[in-house]
């Protein structure tokens, strides 16, 4: 394509992006939802709170998870709980009981016998 193409394109869509922008300035729902935004952040500012705080009063919830009270939640189910688990060593008779896989005496027994092995001893 040729420059002076390309610029005639991008002359066309930028008048048809300015149109666009002026009956959206003329929409009144526009013009509405506006307004109430600077009225919401002039009170929020005079008062000495942000959207944050807003938040954190309607859904506090919605707060902890990290998504806005304003959005509609689409809610997870909660992690299950780690089973607990219990290692019996057979040449020392030593026990260990985990929920995770970050017990010291575990990762010793792995680093010695492979995670395998270790995995064998397994009772619960």
């Known amino acids: 394509m040729s420059r002076l193409a390309e610029y005639r394109k991008l002359e066309q869509q930028l008048a048809a992006q300015l149109a666009e922008l002026d009956a959206m300035k003329n929409d009144t729902g526009l013009q509405a939802e506006m307004e109430f935004e600077s009225k919401l952040r002039g009170l929020l500012a005079e008062y000495g709170y942000?959207?944050?705080d807003i938040v954190n009063l309607l859904d506090p919830a919605a707060a902890k998870r990290g998504k806005?009270?304003?959005?509609?939640?689409?809610?997870k189910g909660t992690r299950r709980a780690r089973s607990l688990k219990v290692y019996k060593n057979p040449h020392s008779g030593e026990?260990?009981?985990t929920k995770g896989g970050n017990h010291k005496l575990l990762k010793a027994w792995k680093n010695e016998h492979g995670s395998d092995v270790v995995e064998s001893?397994?009772?619960k």
């Open 95 to 97: 026990i260990v009981e």
């Open 121 to 123: 001893w397994l009772s």
């Open 50 to 52: 942000s959207l944050r």
């Open 68 to 75: 806005s009270a304003l959005l509609p939640a689409t809610e």
